[in-house]
């Protein structure tokens, strides 16, 4: 109903409801009551606007708020992603640290075997000096088992090849190399270099299981060398491809436990919590 009618219809109800007076009164009250229902008529129209103004206002607000819960979202989405992509720049840059670090090492370890075969060369000078006279090298003697190591390359130059076929991806080649440096030299102190550069190829082809074996060859042959700890997260690695998660997150939890505070820990603590799985603190050893 709009104004008009509902005017109508008041005084309408005024009119019959009203007793019988003289003319001059009932014009006298119709003209007071039209006032107060054109009064009441202003007072709804006021009230309709005012309610039509604040609804206006309401819904500006609403639309502002949408609109800022819009761009919230929108600046969480981005930040979201900026973490992942930084998440992801760490894994890279651990990454390259940690091959560095194996680089590093194995040029230590390099130094520390030349400097052992120099001295082993100067103790030799020294006793070839102290006896002018060469003895016979009897069978079965250590001279001539070393003479039979003869008709292989000398040991750093092997090693020294097949670590640069390895670092320029001639997997074929370093993995022949290594093989022969193992082969005939399994007590130096890079042969459980050698030995976890053969599991790593294989571990490159993809044969994983091949790779495990190999791997386990360094933790049960140089479980003090500088490459068990690599060598137990490459393990885990291999038994995740494999689809053997359950295997694999205890072996990195191992290697936690073992090396907390290698390259390698972080590695593997970087690898469980991708997965979802937590990782066990490193237990500190009572003192008695």
């Known amino acids: 109903m709009n104004q008009r009618k509902i005017t109508a219809l008041v005084v309408l109800i005024m009119m019959v409801a009203a007793p019988v007076t003289p003319a001059f009164a009932v014009s006298k009250e119709m003209v007071q009551l039209q006032t107060q229902v054109q009064d009441l008529a202003d007072?709804?129209?006021?009230?309709?606007?005012?309610?039509?103004?604040?609804?206006?206002?309401?819904?500006?607000?609403?639309?502002?708020?949408?609109?800022?819960?819009?761009?919230?979202?929108?600046?969480?989405?981005?930040?979201?992603?900026?973490?992942?992509?930084?998440?992801?720049?760490?894994?890279?840059?651990?990454?390259?640290?940690?091959?560095?670090?194996q680089t590093l090492n194995d040029s230590v370890d390099e130094l520390k075997a030349r400097l052992s075969k120099a001295s082993k060369q100067l103790d030799e000078i020294q006793s070839q000096q102290q006896?002018?006279?060469?003895?016979?090298?009897?069978?079965?003697?250590?001279?001539?088992?070393?003479?039979?190591?003869?008709?292989?390359?000398?040991?750093?130059?092997?090693?020294?090849?097949?670590?640069?076929?390895?670092?320029?991806?001639?997997?074929?080649?370093?993995?022949?190399?290594?093989?022969?440096?193992?082969?005939?030299?399994?007590?130096?102190?890079?042969?459980?270099?050698?030995?976890?550069?053969?599991?790593?190829?294989?571990?490159?082809a993809g044969n994983f299981e091949a790779a495990i074996a190999s791997y386990d060859k360094v933790l049960e042959q140089f479980p003090g060398g500088n490459k068990a700890a690599a060598a137990q997260l490459k393990k885990g690695y291999s038994l995740l491809e494999l689809g053997r998660k359950d295997s694999g997150i205890r072996e990195l939890n191992s290697l936690i436990q073992r090396f907390p505070r290698t390259i390698e820990a972080t590695q593997a603590r970087e690898r469980l919590h991708k997965l979802g799985a937590s990782a066990r603190p490193a237990t500190t050893p009572k003192s008695h």
């Open 43 to 101: 007072r709804m129209a006021r009230m309709q606007q005012s309610f039509d103004e604040r609804m206006g206002i309401m819904r500006n607000l609403v639309e502002q708020s949408t609109d800022n819960v819009n761009k919230l979202t929108e600046s969480m989405q981005t930040l979201q992603k900026g973490l992942q992509q930084q998440n992801t720049d760490s894994q890279t840059k651990i990454d390259q640290i940690s091959g560095q670090i």
């Open 131 to 204: 006896n002018l006279a060469p003895a016979q090298a009897q069978p079965g003697t250590p001279s001539a088992s070393a003479g039979a190591a003869t008709q292989a390359p000398p040991a750093d130059v092997l090693y020294n090849n097949a670590l640069r076929d390895y670092n320029s991806a001639r997997y074929d080649l370093a993995l022949a190399q290594f093989q022969d440096y193992i082969k005939y030299y399994p007590t130096t102190d890079l042969a459980g270099n050698a030995q976890f550069y053969i599991a790593d190829v294989e571990y490159r």
